[in-house]
């Protein structure tokens, strides 16, 4: 079974949690980076989403 989520729900809920759990590490601040240019659309948004893809691409290759 194959399993959808939007980046945009994922790294929100992510960012949510790490606000609740009051994270302060390099992983939190990767999560709401990468949140807030999928939330906002903006210029850099083309090149973060495709650093994004080709790294979910990569992952799942390694199941291969």
Known sequence: ?????SAVL???AASVFAVKT?????????VLFLFG???AGT???EPIRNL?????DAL???DN
């Open 1 to 5: 079974m194959i399993l959808n989520i």
């Open 10 to 12: 994922l790294f929100g």
């Open 22 to 30: 009051k994270s302060a590490g390099g992983g939190a601040a990767l």
């Open 37 to 39: 240019f999928f939330a």
């Open 43 to 45: 210029g850099a948004y």
């Open 52 to 56: 994004v893809q080709a790294s979910a």
């Open 60 to 62: 799942s290759a390694l």
